[in-house]
């Protein structure tokens, strides 16, 4: 246990000295002393069960001994070189992510943080293609920096200030709120409820939403373009699928303009869909770049960008791209002790049993509870979208979505949410997690579900 600060002052800090910004995520403030696996532990030792793993980060568990160790031998021994110098662990580091990449994607780029890597992503984009025009889903998230604010496109992190010159948006191809769409188009255990009228095998809906690709590209960019940014699956927006399909066409008309298609894998990758170890591959699409946070460190702040030696070159053609920390012997240790857990433990295997069994179970309660509209997500990335009733789709108003999401911390579980309206509960827990935790998980959630009906029957 720390000591040294009273819950009390701990407040009283964080108003004083915290950027406001950093606002509680429950009405009384957690605290948290301590970390175990998929277990969190508050200031007075009570436990939760982390499906939120600090958004979508701590990938192989908290603390995990493996990881811990690897740290600990490395900070003993060298933290720090900058990237004049060589030291081993980057190279044993590149040399295993790497190998989990197809061909021709074996340049690695080291950073601190996503927004740093989609940042690179851009400029490598514009390097290669000398245009400036980049296209990316409303809905998406990408960053939260000056440039990469102009590929994000969810409301509250837009500024008038960084628009981000030469960044456009277009409509996601959302099968759930888009105006067409269909659980017809995607493969799933779970489906969504059809909202469009054509038959369960076709995919109409994909073609509607291309159509409104092509005018984005015919109308908002110019005739070459730098390239096209797209989550596999969008996290922040509330774990939206698009069709099937979608994006594979989506790459052949960004292709045909000159520009990259760049899959941004900070939610999706290191095995957390289950049936692959990165999101694109879900989609049977190859991207020109991939970039990647988040889970590469289990929560280490650390980051990459992937991409062929020929959009590599082009980079170091034109720009002397420089990073203190990037690469960093403590990053690149811990990144190499991640990879190795996520294979000895099977953790990709176990996000595809678990993950689908999860699906598989919250889907019951969509059946059994008018405001659960939609179910749906991959492995261990899961959204349930919260509506007033399934006919009209409309967002659950957002105090009955805190309630909720209040009453699971109560009972000692941890969600996150997403969503233009954040009416979306997000499960994305380390992969580490087992059958058991998943029936408690279901259970809360289903009681906080019966709380809420009966608080508003009275
Ligand atoms: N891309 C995606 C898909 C993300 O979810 C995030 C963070 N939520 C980022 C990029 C930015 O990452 P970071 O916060 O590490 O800058």
Known sequence: KYQSLTYERVLEIHKQHLSPILTAYFPKPLLLHQGHKEWLFDY?????????????TVSVGHCHPKVNAAAQK??????????????????????????LLPEPLKVIFLVNSGSEANDLAMLMARAHSKSTDIISFRGGYHGGSSS?????????????????LGCQSTMCPDVFRGPWGGSHCRDSPVQTIRKCSCAPDCCQAKDQYIEQFKDTLNSSVAKSIAGF??????????????????????????????GLCIADEVQTGFGRLGSHFWGFQTHGILPDIVTMAKGIGNGFPMAAVVTTPEIANSLAKSVLHFNTFGGNPMACAIGS???EVIKEENLQENSQEVGTYMLQKFAELRDEFEIVGDVRGKGLMIGIEMVKDKMSRQPLPQEEVNEIHDDCKRMGLLIGKGGIFAQTFRIAPSMCITKPDVKFAVEVFRSALIRHRDRRAK
């Open 44 to 56: 007075e030792g009570n436990r939760y069960l982390d499906f939120f793993s600090g958004i979508v």
């Open 148 to 164: 990469t604010l102009g590929l994000t496109n969810v409301g509250p992190f837009k500024t008038e200030l960084s628009s981000g």
């Open 337 to 339: 002790a991640v990879l």
């Open 74 to 99: 490395q900070l003993g021994r060298l933290w720090h070189t900058s990237t004049l110098f060589f030291h081993p662990p980057i190279h044993e580091f590149a040399e295993k992510l790497s190998a």
């Open 229 to 258: 940014f797209a989550e596999p699956i969008q996290g922040v927006n509330g774990v939206v699928q698009y069709p099937k399909g979608f994006l594979k066409e989506a790459f052949e008309l960004v292709r045909e303009r000159g």
